[in-house]
């Protein structure tokens, strides 16, 4: 099935330090999510992305945290500075429509110290 | 509160028998997908099925919106689909997981 790319895999950062976390979303879908999950516990929606606009985000999605997808390229998460507790899996997925089927990516293993 | 409830949480199985997962939901829905989640964290979509009966191979979803609930029926249960499986719903705008059905097969 249509395949997204997350890049990296793993992520260890000191805290208060910046990390962009890189999505490569399925080739012609236009909506894009990013999603949390602490280890052991429940995947969290924190933002969805359209048209270059966040069309909605949830209270996890701190001011620290900002989202872009520069010319069509990566769908980026960036969060500056980084937490303790942003230390997390983080999702990010894509549709075509908005009520749609949405793809995810393997995720991304950050782990602040 | 919370939004999805998933049922039951955990789930062992004799590797043939089947399962009935259900996901109930608290608030109006416009769409709703099941996900079977890798012990490793990967998230693989099972079904896209906001009302009606889909059905893929041993599997079968059945959503019915006025009921406010959704259903994952695996037939023949194998050791292979041991894993954590996750509804997901879809109000106006928002987008929340279940806890999961953690299922584990065993021969």
């Known amino acids: 099935g249509p395949k997204v790319l997350q890049i990296p895999s793993h992520q260890i950062i000191d805290m208060g330090q910046m990390v962009t976390l890189n999505c490569d979303p399925v080739?012609?879908?236009?909506?894009f999510y990013w999603y949390k999950q602490i280890l052991g516990q429940q995947m969290e929606f924190l933002v969805n992305?359209?048209?270059?606009?966040?069309?909605?985000k949830s209270k996890l999605f701190k001011d620290q945290f900002s989202v872009e997808r520069p010319d069509g390229s990566y769908f980026t998460l960036k969060i500056q500075p980084t937490a303790l507790e942003d230390s997390a899996v983080y999702f990010c997925a894509s549709s075509l429509r908005q009520q749609d089927t949405q793809y995810f990516g393997p995720g991304t293993r950050l782990l602040v110290l | 509160g919370q939004q999805v409830q998933q049922s039951p949480a955990s789930l062992v199985l004799q590797e043939g028998e089947n399962a009935e997962l259900q996901c109930n939901f608290s608030t109006s829905l416009n769409s709703m997908q099941w996900f079977y989640q890798r012990p490793e964290g990967s998230l693989v979509s099972l079904f896209y099925n906001p009302s009606g009966t889909k059905q893929s191979g041993r599997l079968t979803s059945t959503t019915v919106i006025k009921e406010r609930r959704s259903s994952l029926h695996i037939s023949s249960s194998q050791i292979t689909d041991s894993g954590t499986y996750l509804c997901a719903m879809t109000g106006y705008q928002n987008f929340y997981f279940g806890k999961g059905t953690s299922l584990t097969v065993i021969p």
């Open positions: 992305f359209y048209n270059g606009k966040v069309m909605e």
């Open positions: 080739s012609n879908h236009l909506y």
